[in-house]
């Protein structure tokens, strides 16, 4: 979809325009979905962030400053939705303390031999506030303070969170590599 496409679809979301809004979500569904993927335990609760979020997003489409990327909107909309759907959980489950031994070593070239799709497993499998974390300061780029804001937790806590993610992404990839290559 080019740019005047697109500025014609979302002219069309802000009119209710169901057909609009089913392209756009056609249009964007598998970029959400990437977004959401390594803020979720599984697919199927990322799909559920994905949905939340296009729903959120026609809802507020009125709010999208056409002066900026498309992209760049919905996926804050997927983040704060991948958050929202954190606290949710945090309700339900009773998260425990994991310690992590802190001198893993992993051969340089690790990430090489490993698929995307393996590294996004493996972060899948972190607990959430770990996840969270790792996913909000290694691929959205946040600071620990404004982190800590976000989750509602210390800057010590998410200097944590994030050293203990890393330690326990260098074992499961430790643990993964001699299974996969060796």
């Known amino acids: ?20 809004q089913r392209a756009l979500y056609d249009q964007f569904y598998g970029y959400a979905l990437s977004v959401a993927l390594p803020y979720c335990t ?8 994905v949905n939340d979020a296009f729903l959120k997003a026609f809802i507020n489409i009125g709010r999208y400053d056409e002066t900026f990327p498309f992209t760049t909107w919905l996926r804050t ?16 489950k009773i998260l425990c303390d994991i310690t992590e031994g802190l001198d893993i070593s992993v051969e340089d070239d690790f990430l090489s031999k490993m698929e995307v799709e393996h590294i996004v497993a493996l972060v ?4 959430p506030s770990y ?7 290694a691929l959205e780029g946040y600071s ?22 890393r330690a326990r992404m260098k074992q499961m ?7 996969k290559y060796g």
Do not use: W
């Open 144 to 165: 620990h303070p404004e982190i800590a804001e976000m989750l509602g937790i210390s800057i010590g806590a998410s200097k944590s969170n994030l050293a203990k993610a």
């Open 77 to 92: 909309i997927v983040v704060r939705t991948a958050i929202n759907q954190y606290y949710k959980q945090l309700n339900e």
């Open 131 to 137: 996840r969270l974390t790792l996913n909000l300061f």
């Open 42 to 49: 599984h697919a199927e609760e990322a799909r559920e962030v």
């Open 173 to 179: 990839m430790t643990d993964y590599l001699p299974k």
């Open 1 to 20: 979809m080019n740019n005047t496409g697109l500025q014609h679809t979302i002219a069309g979301c802000r009119n209710n325009n169901r057909q609009s």
């Open 124 to 127: 899948q499998k972190l607990p």
